[in-house]
T-cell receptor, first 112, second 114 residues
Framework: EDKVVQSPLSLVVHEGDTVTLNCSYEVTNFRSLLWYKQEKKAPTFLFMLTSSGIEKKSGRLSSILDKKELSSILNITATQTGDSAIYLCAVEARTSYDKVIFGPGTSLSVIP | DAGVTQSPTHLIKTRGQQVTLRCSPKSGHDTVSWYQQALGQGPQFIFQYYEEEERQRGNFPDRFSGHQFPNYSSELNVNALLLGDSALYLC?????????????FGPGTRLTVT
C-alpha cells in the first residue's frame, strides 16, 4: 500500500534556529514529491521535486530529494514566527491516473 | 483571477443527516479533487472529477458521492453522517494535462458532526 511518513510529527524551536523536516515514502510508480505549508486551512505549494540530488531553494527554505533512499528533507534556516505551520509532504504516483498521497504533516511552532 | 473557493466555511450537522459541500475551481481549471483532513492528519483523497465524471476514487464508502457541473464547479455529498466524518474538507483544482502536482487548494469547509 502506498505510504508517506513524516518526522518529527511536531517540533518547537526558537526564532533563528534551523530545522530539518523529514519525509519518506513507499509508492508505486513515483512521479514527484511535493511540499506544502498549511497555516490555517488551504495548503500552499512550496516545492516539487522530481530528480534526485537537486536542491530546490526559495529564500530560507530548501528541499532535496533522495530517490535511492526514497526520502526528502525540508530545511528552514533562521526560522521566524511566521514559519509556524503544518508542513505537509505528498507524493504523486502515476498509475492509471495520477494520484497524490499525503503524509501526516509536521507541526512546527517557532517561539520568539 | 479568483482562486479556488468553497462554501460554506463552517457547518454543524447531526449524526445521520446529509450534507452538501460546494467548490468552484480556479479560473481555467477543469479538474476538481476532494480531500478529507481529520484533525492532526494529512489530507486523504476522496475522489476526482473531470468532464463531469468521477475519474478516480480513494478508500471512502459510497456514502460519499460527488458531482461536477458543466462550468467545472463541483459538489461533495455525504449521506448518513457519522461522528467520524467531522473534518476539514478540502477541494483542489488543476488542469487535467498538468496532473495533480499542479493543484491549487481552496480554504476548506470545516464540518462538525454532533
Amino acid at each position: 500500500e502506498d505510504k508517506v511518513v513524516q518526522s518529527p510529527l511536531s517540533l518547537v524551536v526558537h526564532e533563528g534556529d534551523t530545522v530539518t523536516l523529514n519525509c519518506s515514502y513507499e509508492v508505486t510508480n513515483f512521479r514527484s514529491l511535493l511540499w506544502y505549508k498549511q497555516e490555517k486551512k488551504a495548503p500552499t505549494f512550496l516545492f516539487m521535486l522530481t530528480s534526485s540530488g537537486i536542491e530546490k531553494k526559495s529564500g530560507r527554505l530548501s528541499s532535496i530529494l533522495d530517490k535511492k533512499e526514497l526520502s526528502s528533507i525540508l530545511n528552514i534556516t533562521a526560522t521566524q514566527t511566521g514559519d509556524s505551520a503544518i508542513y505537509l509532504c505528498a507524493v504523486e504516483a502515476r498509475t492509471s491516473y495520477d494520484k497524490v498521497i499525503f503524509g501526516p504533516g509536521t507541526s512546527l511552532s517557532v517561539i520568539p | 483571477d479568483a482562486g479556488v473557493t468553497q462554501s460554506p466555511t463552517h457547518l454543524i450537522k447531526t449524526r445521520g443527516q446529509q450534507v452538501t459541500l460546494r467548490c468552484s475551481p480556479k479560473s481555467g481549471h477543469d479538474t476538481v479533487s476532494w480531500y478529507q483532513q481529520a484533525l492532526g492528519q494529512g489530507p486523504q483523497f476522496i475522489f476526482q472529477y473531470y468532464e463531469e465524471e468521477e475519474r478516480q476514487r480513494g478508500n471512502f464508502p459510497d456514502r460519499f458521492s460527488g458531482h461536477q457541473f458543466p462550468n467545472y464547479s463541483s459538489e461533495l455529498n455525504v449521506n448518513a453522517l457519522l461522528l467520524g466524518d467531522s473534518a476539514l474538507y478540502l477541494c483542489a483544482s488543476s488542469l487535467i494535462w498538468q496532473g495533480s502536482s499542479e493543484q491549487y487548494f481552496g480554504p476548506g469547509t470545516r464540518l462538525t458532526v454532533t
